[in-house]
């Protein structure tokens, strides 16, 4: 697999509804690989990156749903069952680990990397399935699928600041990155720059164009969030590519806006908390969508709803409010 240069020219092809070519596998970097994972059918909502070299290593394989979509695009590129290194999960949440139990499966020989605090949940997705039901209701398994356990002799705990061996010359260095979820690790390219931010940073989608946090229960917290932000801008990443969705090349400015963009949420959140008004209806009114078309509302809302943010940070809110005693 080192050295063949044949990478990332295969495309694998779908179509829009104007009958447009939509690649689903693009190169965004040298030896960086983008797929559409394909959520739902959605283009660009959901995003996997392959690094290639001598042990390839798949960074988010996207929901249990997108497993053919992700293994159709691998093949695509020449990636055989015995390639493939490695798999990463920035975390646990299905739309970015809920194939990685399949695509294990797939590829025998790779080691698959999780945070220490999401390890066993891959192991025995019991707790998590469970949970994700009671939150998604029928979307579940019409739109995520579940999880299938990945063997725990085949899982690696990633310590903050430790490398993946991807080549000579290239490896992926893990960040400790909780405040989004206690489980939730980045991957910065010391070869390209770019930094695999999961949702960390938020989620801005193509269609959409505005960066918007991303703050669901049970973990979300303001303080961790804005510290993980702060580790990656020390990082100065060349870019940064977000699950949800893509590759921006302004990583200074994006850390900015995410920096911004968060605690304008949590201020709002927590205004509407003291004033004992609904925590969702205050987002919804401050943070509109402008002119986003409705079709591209509803992915939005499916990948990053209100609700679910003001969940995160009710919750956030209310164990904050019994540490301290008060604000």
């Not at 999401?118 to 469970?130: Q, W």
């Not at 085949?154 to 310590?159: A, I």
């Not at 949420?265 to 004992?276: K, L, P, S, V």
Request: net charge negative.
């Amino acid at each position: 697999m080192g050295g063949h240069h044949h990478l990332g020219r295969h495309v694998d092809h779908d179509h829009d509804a104007f009958g447009n070519d939509i690649p689903s596998v693009t190169t965004i970097a040298d030896g960086v690989l983008q797929i559409d994972t394909r959520l739902g059918g959605w283009t660009e909502v959901t995003a996997g990156y392959l690094l290639t070299g001598s042990a390839p290593v798949l960074v988010e394989t996207g929901s249990q749903t997108s497993v053919p979509t992700v293994l159709a695009a691998l093949e695509s590129v020449g990636l055989g069952a015995e390639d493939l290194a490695g798999v990463v999960v920035t975390h646990i949440h299905l739309d970015h680990a809920g194939g990685v139990g399949d695509i294990a499966q797939h590829f025998p020989n790779a080691t698959v990397y999780v945070h220490e605090k999401g390890a066993r949940h891959l192991a025995d997705p019991t707790k998590l399935i469970n949970s994700a039901a009671q939150v998604y209701g029928p979307l579940l398994d019409s739109l995520y699928g579940r999880l299938t356990p990945t063997a725990a002799e085949r899982l690696h705990v990633l310590e903050d600041g430790e490398a993946i061996a991807i080549d000579t010359n290239r490896s992926l260095i893990a960040v400790d990155s909780p405040g989004h979820a206690k489980h939730h690790v980045a991957l910065h390219d010391s070869l390209s720059g770019v930094l695999f931010a999961g949702d960390a940073v938020g989620v801005r989608l193509p269609d959409a164009g505005v960066l918007r946090p991303s703050t669901p229960p049970p973990d979300f917290d303001l303080h961790q969030a804005l510290s993980s932000l702060q580790k990656f801008a020390d990082r100065s990443p060349a870019g940064i590519a977000l699950a949800h969705y893509g590759l921006l090349t302004d990583a200074p400015a994006l850390l900015d806006e995410a920096v911004e963009t968060l605690t304008d949420w949590a201020e709002t959140a927590e205004q509407a908390y003291r004033n004992g008004e609904d925590i969702t209806e205050a987002l919804e009114t401050k943070f509109t969508y402008g002119d986003v078309a409705p079709e591209h509302v509803e992915k939005l809302e499916t990948m990053n709803g209100v609700h679910s943010n003001a969940k995160g940070l009710t919750r956030w809110l209310e164990q904050r409010e019994r540490s301290n005693g008060a604000f």
